[in-house]
Structure formats: structure tokens, C-alpha cells
């Protein structure tokens, strides 16, 4: 995946998680203005499991798993009981795999 894809990616992320941009500047989701810089969750799975998990299994309707071997990273967002699983595969990176995934569940509602 390109650079500027991932970079789109993660905007659609952060707004999905509550961030806001604003004039180019970008807020927590508690209103905080941002001064170092927010989230790259293509590129980071603690940032990922600080943010985006909690948000999809506050309803305790999903799990969140990632696999890795040495071919590639898979990321999958499974349903508890029935339903769509959304996942994901990339050659590199299991965050930006497990980011994939968690784009296919927010544009699936």
C-alpha cells in the first residue's frame, strides 16, 4: 500500500476514533489540540490497541485478532455471535493489516 493511501487511512481512522482536524490542526477526542503529532496506526499496533480495539469491543461484539507468519500479517475483526468477519492481509506490517480490517468493519455500517 502506498504511502498517501496510508496516510488516507489513517485520517479515516482518527475521525472514526473521535479525532477532529480543524484548520489543519488536528484535537483529541477530548477537545485537546494536538502538538506532537497524533496517531499513525498503519505503523503502530500500540496505538491501535489504545485507540481503535477499545472502541470496537466496548459493545462486546467483537475480537480482534492479528496472525502473523513469515509470508504476511493477517488482521481479523470477528463477530462474538454470528455475523460478517472483516480481515485483512499485508506483506509487512500486521498494524497496517489489523488497520485494513477495521477500515472494511467502519465502511460495512
Not at 45 to 71: C, H, M, R
Not at 87 to 93: G, K, L, Q, R
Request: charged share 20%; with cysteine.
Amino acid at each position: 500500500m502506498e504511502k498517501a493511501d496510508q496516510v488516507r487511512l489513517n485520517h479515516e481512522l482518527l475521525i472514526w476514533v473521535g479525532f477532529t482536524l480543524t484548520n489543519g490542526v488536528w484535537s483529541y477526542p477530548d477537545g485537546v489540540t494536538v502538538d506532537n503529532g497524533v496517531p499513525y496506526f498503519p505503523e503502530s499496533l500500540d496505538a491501535i490497541f489504545k485507540w481503535l480495539v477499545p472502541k470496537i469491543i466496548g459493545g462486546a461484539e467483537y475480537s480482534v485478532i492479528i496472525t502473523q507468519n513469515l509470508a504476511r500479517s493477517t488482521g481479523y475483526v470477528r463477530p462474538l455471535q454470528g455475523g460478517r468477519q472483516y480481515d485483512a492481509t499485508d506483506n509487512h506490517s500486521p498494524a497496517l493489516a489489523l488497520c485494513l480490517a477495521i477500515q472494511k468493519l467502519i465502511r460495512s455500517k
